[in-house]
């Protein structure tokens, strides 16, 4: 495997458009292998193949919780539901990130490396990484998705400039469900390793419904 150049703004290979991949065939799967790799080194979350001067519809993921990368060949959206804001980064917009607005929950169809064809139902940070990814087959980044210039800033050269996504850690406080029908999130980083939760950024109180607050029992 080979740690491949990631290209950065203003690079114009992130601005065009790529091809759908007609047949997954070793090529597809030595690029994708060698695009896992360089996501590591470069501890991000995801990996589009224009990221790395390749026009061709091939994205590949690895979130904190998950043993294994996806590897997903042709991905398409097919539903978006909900909205949320979410602080985002880029691997190849290095040194700043946004405040943008993404799903809470997307559908969507892929094929995967052995050529099978598969469906996708992601939420949170799965969702956040899928829809950045696929924008970046269509030559879209996420500094398009800003409503103003203020909702972006600088960040120093520091760990923290390593992370490109946050995610909603559930945690479930039964007593908090029971006495004020209320679910805690908390908001965090990736650790380095991609191994789990690195620093906790802020703590997000949320309603539940009857339906929830019975499956954890009254």
Known sequence: MAILRIRTVPDPVLRRKSKPIRRVD??????ARNMVETLHHALGVGLAAPQVGR????????????DDPRVLVNPEITRREGERRVEEGCL??????????????VRARAVNE???????SAEELFAQALEHEVDHLDGILYLDHLKSHE???EIGDDDEAQHHHDY???????SLMKNRGEKRFLIARPDSSGGGIGEIKDEVIVQVTPGEIDRFGR
Not at 55 to 66: A, F, S, W
Not at 168 to 174: F, G, K, P, Q, R
């Open 168 to 174: 909603a850690a559930e945690i479930v406080d039964s």
């Open 114 to 120: 052995s050529g099978a064809r598969i469906r996708l």
């Open 92 to 105: 190849s917009v290095p040194g700043y990130l946004g405040l943008i607005t993404r799903a809470v929950k």
């Open 151 to 153: 909702d972006l800033h």
């Open 26 to 31: 070793d090529a597809v799967r030595t690029l």
């Open 55 to 66: 026009l061709q519809r091939l994205i590949v993921l690895h979130l904190p919780d998950e």
